[in-house]
């Protein structure tokens, strides 16, 4: 407030406050493979279901949680995601990877057998909107709040899994763009892929370890300039 004042409003200030900036807790975002294996064997079918969908598509909680049928097209190939539901407000198609497709199938086979063990659900959503959703009675057809995707079900597998009470389901997110580094995506392809919009925001997720960038290192090695 005292930096916006001093050059927009030219407020002149005697002793002009100081303050240092906060560092950032560094923390290791995104997991490895067999991580996200062990979450996923923890997890109940519709979260480990929702976390493999991340992964495969770097979506945010909300895009996963609330994903639509109507988005998904007809060959299961394609994800096409209206812009008023994405962050940046554009429109973001995803060419379905074979992990990402799987899944899709792995929810058409349970709205399928959910329809079929409660008919009524038909009057009210012959379809049913959302590709995850629940299949207890108390919460029928419904798909996760934002907070319950990540409640006691989340934090007693992540426990058991053996990972770090940090882990949540953005994570996946983070892991997205770094398994995408380590496979060498490019900087464009991770951006399109994943509905990034800068440079500057694909870097905030994307973390290399240091294997990873001892072998960037070692790249040039192979070139001999003689001295």
């Known amino acids: 407030l005292c930096k916006f004042a001093r050059k927009t409003l030219v407020v002149q200030f005697d002793n002009f406050p100081e303050f240092d900036n906060l560092k950032e807790n560094e923390r290791k975002e995104w997991l490895e493979p067999e991580d996200a294996a062990k979450l996923i064997r923890w997890l109940d079918p519709l979260r480990a279901n929702m976390v493999r969908m991340a992964l495969a598509t770097g979506l945010r909680n909300a895009n996963v949680r609330l994903m639509r049928w109507e988005w998904v097209s007809p060959d299961l190939k394609e994800l096409n995601i209206p812009r008023k539901y994405?962050?940046?407000?554009?429109?973001?198609?995803?060419?379905?990877?074979?992990a990402a497709v799987t899944v899709i199938k792995e929810r058409l086979k349970a709205r399928d057998i959910l329809l079929q063990a409660y008919p009524k659900l038909r009057k009210h959503q012959p379809t049913l909107d959302y590709v995850f959703v629940q299949d207890c009675k108390q919460s029928l057809g419904n798909p996760f709040s934002a907070a319950a995707i990540t409640g006691r079900a989340w934090k007693r597998a992540v426990r058991l899994a053996g990972l770090p009470p940090w882990v949540r389901f953005h994570s996946m997110r983070h892991t997205f763009a770094t398994w995408h580094v380590k496979a060498g995506s490019t900087e464009g392809d991770i951006m399109e892929a994943g509905g990034w919009s800068s440079p500057a925001s694909v870097a905030r997720y994307s973390h290399q370890d240091r294997e990873h960038k001892k072998a960037v290192s070692g790249r040039l090695d192979a070139i001999n300039i003689g001295l």
């Open 86 to 98: 994405m962050k940046d407000g554009k429109f973001h198609n995803i060419q379905m990877s074979q």
